[in-house]
């Protein structure tokens, strides 16, 4: 699928409605702004690609060129040489195992990236792990970037939070100095040249950083659970809100923790595995449920950190409730668990009376009676 015709299928299905997000406009013809991208298509010789140093990436140039100059050093202008080595690419090509479909030149990061769109048939769990569990609940937030109901060694604490590294907010001191020399130097100088590409470098460098560690958190949980619950985070939301209140600078943190990339790697890693992932709805009150008891609070502030049940006295840290919530809730939506706290009819926002939560009886006795549920059970896994 071309570029062009990706577009124009973005643009299709937000105006039908099918696209979720921002709307989409009618694609237009790059400019001098955009970035700077060039895609070449897959050619029948696939050992052409590479040189033999596996130090070169083949151009195809059009045959059409006419220019005299450009015929001339048409050998030269077909290779790009490469600093990382393409060894293993080049030897996967030869033995037929991947096939290149095609090469994209782009400047990302203040350098200069080819990336390959290969072709490869898969079979499930190409990763043999060591199985830590059949089913782990994870709660994204910004203060920790992950809690998980399970407790995996060398990921997280005994309390089942991964730190946030903070990548940008490691940076910002230095991204704010070159942001000061930038803004004090002429427009169209070469020296405002040479900062913009530092500071296209410090971007680029915190990107792939960030990057970095969400494919090792995510590789680690696609290979070692068969089931990975997330809570579905309205990201646009919650920056929108933030900025409308007097909560503003959380929408920084709130990029900065990389939730919908977290949630792209675990999904398409899990599927190569044959495990799966499944996401709990965004108005699941997984805070302000009692992991114990199921009793739900009407209201609770976010910059409450302990939750606190006034039903059975239950005294937890805010982001292990929300995860052995997420985690009985996958429970429930893979049908493991018959009998699950705090999942009886009620209103979006819970029930705001101060008493216990009751549902009627059907035997003739009493009107009311009290809900009856199973306390968390933390599986016992062994690291």
């Known amino acids: ?70 015929a001339r050093r048409r050998d030269q202008l077909q290779w790009l040489y490469t600093t990382e080595s393409l060894r293993r690419l080049r030897k996967k090509v030869a033995s037929g195992e991947w096939r290149v479909q095609s090469v994209t030149i782009s400047f990302t990061g203040g350098r200069w990236q080819a990336s390959f769109s290969v072709r490869q048939f898969i079979a499930p769990a190409l990763v043999a792990r060591k199985s830590l ?6 709660d994204l937030g910004v203060k920790h970037l992950a809690t998980l109901s399970v407790t995996v060694s060398g990921v997280n604490d005994e309390d089942g939070h991964v730190a946030n590294p903070r990548h940008l907010e490691a940076e910002l001191e230095r991204l704010a100095k070159i942001n000061r020399q930038l803004a004090r130097c ?43 619950v997330l809570e579905d985070v309205n990201v646009v939301g919650m920056v929108t809100k933030s900025k409308h209140t007097a909560t503003h600078g959380r929408s920084r ?43 739900t609070k009407a209201k609770f502030a976010l910059s ?28 429930r939506l893979n049908g493991d668990e018959s009998t699950v706290a705090g999942h009886q009819p009620e209103t979006l ?13 059907r035997d003739g006795g009493d009107r009311y009676q009290s809900r009856t549920t199973q306390p968390f059970r933390e599986p016992s896994v062994s690291a």
């Not at 001098?32 to 897959?42: D, V």
């Not at 971007?203 to 960030?210: A, E, K, P, S, Y």
């Not at 709805?281 to 805070?287: D, E, I």
């Not at 606190?308 to 995860?323: F, P």
């Open 1 to 70: 699928m071309t570029n062009a015709t990706l577009a124009l299928k973005n643009f299709s299905e937000s105006k039908s409605g099918v696209r979720r997000g921002r709307s989409v406009g009618f694609p237009k013809f790059k400019n001098r702004h955009s970035k700077l991208s060039l895609t070449f298509t897959a050619t029948d010789k696939q050992a052409g690609w590479f040189t033999e140093d596996s130090r070169h990436v083949r151009l195809i140039l059009p045959h059409f060129a006419t220019d005299p100059r450009i």
């Open 253 to 295: 943190s709130i990029l900065d923790a990389g939730f919908y990339e977290l949630r792209r790697q675990l999904t398409y890693k899990a599927t190569d595995r044959g495990h799966r992932v499944v996401v709990v709805g965004q108005f699941y009150p997984s805070s302000k449920r009692c992991s114990h008891c199921g009793e």
């Open 186 to 228: 002429v427009k169209g100088s070469k020296n405002r040249g040479k900062i913009l590409k530092r500071r296209q470098v410090l971007l680029g460098r915190i990107t792939r950083t960030r990057d970095l560690h969400l494919h090792r958190l995510t590789t680690t949980l696609a290979g070692s659970f068969e089931t990975v």
């Open 349 to 361: 926002n819970a029930d705001s009376r101060n008493q216990k939560t009751t549902t009627p009886r």
């Open 304 to 331: 409450d950190r302990v939750f606190e049940c006034s039903t059975c006295g239950t005294r937890l840290d805010r982001d292990v409730n929300a995860a052995r919530n997420i985690h009985r809730e996958g429970l």
């Open 133 to 138: 569990g059949t089913l782990v609940g994870v």
